[in-house]
C-alpha cells in the first residue's frame, strides 16, 4: 500500500490526534507524524471511524499544531527490524538504535505485538535455574520460561537484585548461559545506568540487548518498549534458539502510560483510573514468556514493579499477579533491617516450583524441606507478633523456639552478599541446618528417612 | 459452513469491536466473518443499518471499507464423536489442528472445524428400523474412548419412525439414520449443531443429593458440592483456585470432565495437557484424558473469544448430561469473562453498572450457572444426567464485595473462600473454614450414610464446632497469652490444631495425599476426634495435656494422611494404639493418685 500523507489533524488532545478525511486507515496502522519543526515522531491507530482515524502520538504532542502537522499512515503495524548484530547494542525506546553503532541490517521486520502461543505448542517449564539465591532458590525457585516479577518499592533494592539474577543465573546441569534483554520504562537514567554498568563489567553486554525509555522521554513511548523487546527477545529465543532473560523495569510506568492514554480518550476506567483493559493489556506482555515444543530457546521473563504506597492489592501488582507465575515481594521492614535482599519470602511465591525441583533437577527433599521453612518461619513470625503485645514471657516454650528461628531464617538464610552466589546444596543444608532450632516432632512436613539423612 | 450472503462494509473498528453497514438482514447473535481473512465474529447490537460485530480474532489492520459477510448461523458449536480428549480455543477451534497448520502461534483467519470430518467412528444402533422414536431418544453408540460410550441422540426437531437405520464406520456427517415419514423424514448424522448461548432442553429439573466426590478433604467432608450444583472458588491471587480446579478435573467422580481456561495461563493448560494423559483416573483405571474436553482461551488471546468460552463450554457440557452422564465444569475465571463483557460493553459505549461492568452482569452471570443441574433428559423414557459447574471468581485485591463475587455468591450454593493469610503459611488447600459454606451438606450428608457411615456427618460437626471454638479462643490467646486457658480450652486448641494440620491440609503434589477416598476421609477424622475424645477422658481424670500430647502416637496420626488407599486398614490399628496409649496414661494416674492416699490412710 502506497504511503498516503494528511494535513488533515482536527483535534489535538493530550497524546491523541483525531485525523480527518482519511482514507483506508487500519486499526493498529504505524503513522509517521511529522512535526512543525521537521522532526518525525512515531504512532499508531487506535481506532478508525468512517474517514477519522484516532492517533496516539509515541513521541507526544508537545509543538504539534493542526495546521502544519503532517501524518502518513504507513499501510503496516509497527515493526522492529531484528538480526543477530541486535546483540551487545542499545535502542530507544521504539527501538531505533541509540548507541554509537551502525543501523541494523535486518533479516527480518517483525510486527512488536507478536501473536499469542498456541497452548497447545507450549512446553512445560521444568528446568531448575540456580540463581545462587536461599531467598529464590530454596524457597520460590525460579524455573526456565517462567514469568516471574520482582514487586518492589521506592528506594528498595530491585535493581540490585535483578542484576544480581542476570549474573548469576544458570540452568543447572545444562549450563546454559543466558541473554539478557533489558527494557527500561520510565526509570532514571542512575537505574538505567546502573544496568548498563553491571553488564559491560560482566561482558554480558556482548549477549543483551537493551531498550532504553527514560523518565523524561515520552511517556506513550512506554507503551510501545516491552512489546519491541520482547519482539527481540522472541527472535533471540525461539530463531536463534537463544536462552533469554527478559527484565522489564518498571512495569508501574508502563502502566500510568496506558492510563493516561485511557484517560485522553475518555474511556470508562476500571479500579483507581486505571483502564478495564488492563489485565487483558498486561497478558499481551507476560504471556511472551516460556517454551515452545521443539524450540531449544527460551524466554524467563522477571518484570519489577514498584507498588505504589506498597499496596500489594493496587490494581498495578494485583492484575500482574494474577497473569504471572509467582511474585517475589521486598520488605521495606527487613530492608530498614539491613538485610539484604530484602525478601519477604511468605507472600512470595513460584508457581512453577514443584516442576522444577525434586529427585533427578535438584534434590528429593527440597520440595518437603521448602514447606517447612515456610511453615515454621510464619509460625515463628505469629509468634514474634505476639510476643510484641503480650511481651516474651507470654510466648509457650515452643513459641520461643520458632521465634528464634525466624530470626535466624533471617539473618542466615535470606540474607546474603550481593556477591555471593550459593550453589543448590548450600542453600538446602542451610535450611536443614536451622530446622535444627525446631524439636523433632514439630517437623510435620518433612518426612522421616529425610530428616535422618539430612539433620544427622 | 454456511455459505455467505450478506455483504456490508466496515464503518468502524475499536480493538475487539467493529461496526459494519449494509449487512443483508443481520440477525442477534448471528456469525459474520469480517475482513478480507474473514475473522469470525458475532453481532452483538443492531441500531438502523449499523450492526456491531465482537470479533473473535485479532483486529490489526482492518479498517472502514473491509468486507462483512454473514452466514445467517448463530454462534454454534459441534456436538458428536470426537469432543474428548480435545483442545478448543473459545469458538470450538481445536488448538491441536490450528498447531499443525500454522505453526506456534495462533494466526489470524482460520477456518477450523470444530469436529474432525475424516475420522470414522464405529457406530452400533440400538433401535431399529420401525421403531417409534422421539427427539433426544439413543440411535446407537460410539465407543469414543475406554471410557466413554458416546450416545447418538435423536436431534432437535426429529421424532417418528426409523425409517432405516444401519450399524458401520462412519464419520459425523455420514447420514446413520433416517428418521420420520414423507416431508418430514430426516437424515440423521451423529453430528449435532447447537447455538452456544441457547441452553439445551431437558425435561425437568431435579434437586441435586449425590454428592460429586473430589477427594480433595475440605472439600467432600466439609463443604461438598452435589452433583448438578454450582460451587465457586474466589480468592486472591496465588491462593489456590486453580489447583482446586484441577484436583477437581482429576479427581471428582464424574463422567465427563469440562475444563475451561478462560483468560488464565497458557502454562496451566499445558500442564492439563502434560499430566492428564499420563494420570490415571481412580475410578475408570483409564487415563484421565479419556473423559476430558479442554477449552483453552488464555488471557493473551482474543477478549471477545473468552467471553464466547464459558458458553462453548457449557453447551458441550449439557450435551453430555442429554445422553445421562454426570459432567463437571470447572471455568478458571468466570472473572476474566466478566471483563470480558466489561470490555466489549465500554465499546460499545453502553451505560456502565458498578466497576464499569455493564448493567446486566448479574443476569448473565446467574444465566449462566443456571445451566448447570441435575435434570431429567428430553427422551422417550428415564434418563437421569447432570452438570455440575464450579467458577473460579478472580476479585480485584481480593476484595469479595466487588460486582463479579457478589453477583456469583447471588447464585451458587456453594462458596469456597480462599484466604492468602493461610496461603502464605502454606496451608493448602487455602479454604477459610469459618467463611465458607455449602447449601448441600444436610442432602448430602444423608447420601454418606449409605456411602460410608452413619456417623460421618456427626464427626464432622464435631469438628465444625472444635474449629469455631478455636477462633474463639485464640482471641483470648491475643489479647491475654495461652496461661489464661484451661487444660479443656487447651485441649480444644489441639483438637483444632490437628483437624486443621492433620485432616484440612492436603498436599495436591504429593503422590498419596492428592487423592483421599470418601471412606479414607472418615477414618482419617474419625482417628483425629477419637484422640480428641481419649484426651478429654484424660484430662477429667487429671492427666497433664503435656503428657498426653506426648504420646508417640500423636506423630503418627500426623502421618496417616499418607497411609495409602490399599491399607486403610491401618487406621483401625491406630484408633486402638490411640485408645489404648491414653487409657494406659489413665490408669497410671490413677495408680498415682491411689498411691499418694494410701500413706494418708496408713
Ligand atoms: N492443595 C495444594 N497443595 C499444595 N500446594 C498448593 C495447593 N493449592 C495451591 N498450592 C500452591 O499455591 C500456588 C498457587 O495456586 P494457584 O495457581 O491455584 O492460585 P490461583 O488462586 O489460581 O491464582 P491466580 O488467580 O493468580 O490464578 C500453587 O502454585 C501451589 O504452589
Ligand atoms: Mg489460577
Not at chain 1, 547494542?89 to 543501523?103: A, H, I, K, W, Y
Not at chain 2, 479498517?63 to 448463530?74: L, N
Not at chain 2, 433416517?178 to 416431508?183: H, I, M, N, Y
Request: charged content about 25%.
Amino acid at each position: 500500500m502506497p504511503i498516503r500523507e494528511y494535513m488533515t489533524v482536527r483535534d489535538i488532545v493530550g497524546p491523541l490526534l483525531l485525523v480527518e478525511r482519511v482514507q483506508e486507515a487500519k486499526y493498529d496502522e504505524l503513522v509517521e507524524i511529522e512535526f512543525p519543526d521537521g522532526s518525525v515522531g512515531l504512532g499508531n491507530v487506535l481506532e478508525v471511524e468512517g474517514d477519522k482515524a484516532l492517533i496516539q502520538s509515541f513521541e507526544g504532542t508537545r509543538g504539534l499544531d493542526v495546521s502544519n502537522t503532517r501524518v502518513r499512515f504507513r499501510g503496516r503495524g509497527m515493526e522492529l527490524a531484528v538480526s543477530r548484530d541486535i546483540l551487545g547494542r542499545v535502542f530507544d525506546g521504539l527501538g531505533r538504535p541509540m548507541d554509537d553503532g551502525p543501523e541494523i541490517i535486518p533479516d527480518e521486520r517483525i510486527n512488536i505485538n507478536g501473536s499469542p502461543i498456541n497452548p497447545f505448542a507450549r512446553d512445560y517449564p521444568t528446568d531448575f535455574i540456580q540463581t545462587g539465591m536461599s531467598a529464590i532458590d530454596g524457597l520460590n525457585p525460579l524455573v526456565r520460561g517462567q514469568k516471574l516479577p520482582i514487586f518492589s518499592g521506592a528506594g528498595l533494592p530491585h535493581s540490585r537484585l535483578a542484576a544480581q539474577i542476570a549474573r548469576q543465573s544458570t540452568v543447572l546441569g545444562a549450563e546454559m548461559e543466558f541473554s539478557v534483554v533489558f527494557a527500561a520504562m520510565g526509570i532514571t537514567f542512575e537505574d538505567a545506568d546502573f544496568f548498563m554498568q553491571e553488564f559491560r563489567s560482566t561482558a554480558a553486554i556482548e549477549r543483551s540487548v537493551l531498550f532504553i525509555n527514560l523518565a523524561d522521554d515520552p511517556a506513550v513511548e512506554r507503551i510501545a518498549t516491552p512489546r519491541v523487546a520482547l519482539t527481540a527477545a522472541e527472535y533471540l529465543a525461539f530463531e536463534l534458539g537463544m536462552q533469554v532473560l527478559v527484565i522489564l523495569t518498571d512495569m508501574t510506568y508502563y502502566c500510568e502510560a496506558l492510563r493516561e492514554v485511557s484517560a485522553a480518550r475518555k474511556e470508562v476506567p476500571g479500579r483507581r483510573g486505571y483502564p478495564g483493559y488492563l489485565y487483558t493489556d498486561l497478558a499481551t506482555i507476560y504471556e511472551r514468556a516460556g517454551r515452545i515444543k521443539g524450540e531449544s530457546g527460551s524466554i524467563t521473563q522477571i518484570p519489577i514493579l514498584s507498588m505504589p504506597e506498597d499496596d500489594k492489592t493496587h490494581p498495578i501488582p494485583d492484575l500482574t499477579g494474577y497473569i504471572t507465575e509467582g511474585q517475589i515481594i521486598l520488605s521495606r521492614e527487613l530492608h530498614r533491617e539491613g538485610i539484604y535482599p530484602p525478601i519477604d519470602v511468605l507472600p512470595s511465591l513460584s508457581r512453577l516450583k514443584e516442576n522444577g525441583i525434586g529427585e533427578g533437577k535438584t534434590r528429593e527433599d527440597h520440595s518437603d524441606l521448602s514447606n517447612q521453612l515456610f511453615s515454621a518461619y510464619a509460625r515463628g513470625k505469629e509468634a514474634k507478633e505476639l510476643a510484641v503485645i503480650l511481651g516474651e514471657a507470654a510466648l509457650t516454650e515452643e513459641d520461643k523456639l520458632y521465634a528464634r528461628f525466624s530470626d535466624e531464617f533471617e539473618d542466615r538464610f535470606v540474607r546474603q552478599g550481593e556477591f555471593e552466589d550459593r550453589t543448590i546444596e548450600e542453600t538446602l543444608a542451610l535450611g536443614w541446618e536451622l530446622l535444627k532450632i525446631l524439636p523433632r516432632a514439630e517437623l510435620k512436613r518433612v518426612k522421616k528417612d529425610q530428616i535422618e539423612k539430612y539433620m544427622e | 459452513m454456511a455459505e455467505e450472503q450478506g455483504k456490508g462494509r466496515i464503518i468502524k473498528v475499536s480493538g475487539p469491536l467493529v461496526v459494519a453497514a449494509g449487512l443483508d438482514d443481520p440477525r442477534m447473535y448471528d456469525l459474520v466473518r469480517v475482513g478480507r481473512e474473514r475473522l469470525m465474529g458475532e453481532v452483538i447490537e443492531l441500531r438502523g443499518d449499523e450492526a456491531s460485530v465482537q470479533v473473535y480474532e485479532e483486529t490489526g489492520g482492518l479498517g472502514p471499507g473491509d468486507p462483512v459477510f454473514t452466514t445467517g448461523m448463530p454462534l454454534s458449536v459441534e456436538l458428536g464423536p470426537g469432543l474428548i480428549e480435545s483442545i478448543y480455543d473459545g469458538v470450538q477451534r481445536p488448538l491441536n489442528l490450528l498447531f499443525d497448520k500454522a505453526g506456534n502461534y495462533i494466526t489470524r483467519g482460520m477456518e477450523m472445524p470444530g469436529l474432525s470430518r475424516d475420522k470414522k467412528w464405529e457406530f452400533v444402533p440400538i433401535v431399529k428400523a420401525g421403531d417409534e422414536v422421539v427427539e433426544g431418544d439413543i440411535l446407537g453408540t460410539v465407543q469414543e474412548s475406554p471410557v466413554l460410550e458416546h450416545r447418538i441422540m435423536v436431534p432437535a426437531g426429529v421424532g417418528g419412525r426409523v425409517q432405516d437405520i444401519k450399524g458401520g464406520s462412519y464419520t459425523v456427517t455420514d447420514v446413520i439414520a433416517t428418521v420420520g415419514e414423507g416431508s418430514d423424514a430426516a437424515q440423521v448424522t451423529m453430528m449435532q449443531k447447537w447455538p452456544v448461548r441457547r441452553g439445551r432442553p431437558f425435561k425437568k429439573k431435579l434437586a441435586p443429593y449425590a454428592p460429586l466426590t473430589t477427594g480433595q478433604r475440605v472439600i467432600d467432608t466439609f463443604f461438598p458440592v452435589a452433583k448438578g450444583g454450582t460451587a465457586c472458588v474466589p480468592g486472591p491471587f496465588g491462593s489456590g483456585k486453580t489447583v482446586i480446579q484441577h484436583q477437581i478435573a482429576k479427581w471428582a467422580d464424574a463422567d465427563v470432565i469440562l475444563f475451561i481456561g478462560c483468560g488464565e495461563r497458557g502454562n496451566e493448560m499445558t500442564e492439563v495437557l502434560i499430566e492428564f494423559p499420563e494420570l490415571i483416573d481412580p475410578h475408570s483405571g483409564e487415563p484421565l484424558m479419556k473423559r476430558t474436553v479442554l477449552i483453552a482461551n488464555t488471557s493473551n488471546m482474543p477478549v471477545a473469544a473468552r467471553e464466547a468460552s464459558v458458553y462453548t463450554g457449557i453447551t458441550i457440557a449439557e450435551y453430555f448430561r442429554d445422553m445421562g452422564y454426570q459432567v463437571a465444569l470447572q471455568a478458571d475465571s468466570t472473572s476474566r469473562w466478566a471483563e470480558a463483557m466489561r470490555e466489549i460493553s465500554g465499546r460499545l459505549e453502553e451505560m456502565p453498572g458498578e466497576e464499569g461492568y455493564p448493567a446486566y452482569l448479574g443476569t448473565r452471570i446467574a444465566a449462566f450457572y443456571e445451566r448447570a443441574g441435575l435434570v431429567q433428559c428430553k427422551c422417550s423414557g428415564e434418563r437421569v444426567g447432570s452438570v455440575t459447574v464450579v467458577g473460579a471468581v478472580s476479585p480485584p485485591g481480593g476484595d469479595l464485595s466487588e460486582p463479579v463475587t457478589q453477583a456469583t455468591l447471588r447464585v451458587v450454593k456453594v462458596f469456597w473462600g480462599l484466604e492468602d493469610k493461610l496461603a502464605f503459611r502454606r496451608h493448602f488447600p487455602a479454604i477459610n473454614w469459618l467463611i465458607s459454606y455449602s447449601l448441600y451438606i444436610n442432602k448430602v450428608s444423608e447420601m454418606w450414610a449409605e456411602l460410608v457411615d452413619p456417623s460421618f456427618k456427626e464427626l464432622r460437626d464435631l469438628a465444625m464446632s472444635l474449629l469455631q471454638q478455636e477462633s474463639e479462643l485464640e482471641e483470648i490467646v491475643r489479647l491475654i497469652g495461652v496461661e489464661a486457658l484451661s487444660s479443656r480450652e487447651r485441649l480444644v486448641m489441639e483438637g483444632a490444631k490437628s483437624v486443621r494440620e492433620d485432616f484440612l491440609q492436603q498436599n495436591a503434589f504429593d503422590d498419596v495425599d492428592t487423592f483421599t477416598s470418601l471412606e479414607k476421609q472418615f477414618l482419617l477424622l474419625r482417628l483425629i476426634m477419637t484422640f480428641y475424645e481419649e484426651a478429654g477422658k484424660a484430662i477429667a481424670a487429671d492427666v497433664e495435656i503435656g503428657d498426653v500430647l506426648a504420646i508417640p502416637e500423636c506423630e503418627e496420626i500426623a502421618h496417616a494422611k499418607f497411609i495409602s488407599e490399599e491399607n486403610l486398614n491401618e487406621f483401625d490399628v491406630l484408633e486402638r494404639k490411640v485408645t489404648e496409649a491414653i487409657g494406659g496414661l489413665i490408669e497410671r494416674k490413677a495408680e498415682e493418685e491411689a498411691e499418694e492416699k494410701v500413706p494418708e490412710g496408713a
